[in-house]
């Protein structure tokens, strides 16, 4: 009963966070312009994502411009793409083969332990997905940090972490923390012990002396 508690709770943590990475990839917010220096100038934020970059006002008004080309995107960028949509596919996957080995379902047979193994490999598959997020977002943040702290880079040009990259980073964690536990659910081999039990050799060893008596 435990163990279905786990892998239950392991499936809406993974879910969730699937959710998240799913919200966070479309988001314009990975990073927004930082107002630092003598002239800050707040009339227009500037926001840029891994598929746009937007403009908005004060008066409320919000722009955005999808990305021309792919080909002339900084290749960092084309990277983080790639690990976010290879992520978001492949914990997907690692959620359906989950759904399939869980207890509280009925596809994938009857035997419990094979559901089990199945429940298992669901989990280490959401596990590589969220770590390809991770990598993602952790890559992004990092050439962030890296344009913000560089003393060549002009200040109204300075970019700080936007709302969507922590989005994408709590849902990674989450599928990170959901597939764990549905790769620690499977239950171990009971050990079949070579010899019979006292109580049975007993009984055996009473019969065989009535039958000679």
Request: glycine share 12%; net charge positive; proline share 3%.
């Amino acid at each position: 009963m435990a163990n279905s508690g786990i892998q239950l709770l392991g499936f809406f943590l993974s879910l969730v966070g699937i959710v998240g990475l799913i919200v966070g990839t479309i988001l314009p917010q990975w990073k927004m312009s930082a107002y630092i220096g003598d002239n800050i100038i707040t009339a227009v934020a500037m926001y840029q994502g891994l598929w746009m970059s937007c403009a908005f006002q004060s008066t409320g008004q919000l722009q955005c411009k999808i990305y021309d080309s792919i080909l002339q995107l900084d290749s960092a960028l084309q990277a983080t793409r790639a690990l976010m949509i290879v992520g978001i596919i492949v914990s997907i996957a690692g959620l359906g083969v989950a759904c399939m080995g869980m207890k509280c379902t009925t596809c994938g047979g009857s035997d419990k332990l094979r559901k089990s193994r199945v429940a298992m490999t669901g989990g280490i598959i959401l596990l590589v997905g969220g770590l390809c997020a991770i990598v993602a977002c952790s890559w992004f943040a990092h050439n962030v940090i890296r344009a913000f702290y560089n003393p060549y880079t002009p200040v109204n040009t300075k970019f700080e972490f936007g709302a969507a990259i922590f989005i994408a980073w709590g849902g990674s964690l989450l599928d990170v923390l959901g597939g764990a536990m549905l790769a620690a659910s499977c239950p171990t081999k009971k050990q079949v012990s070579k010899y019979p039990p006292i109580g049975s050799t007993r009984s055996g060893a009473a019969a065989s002396t009535k039958e000679y008596v």
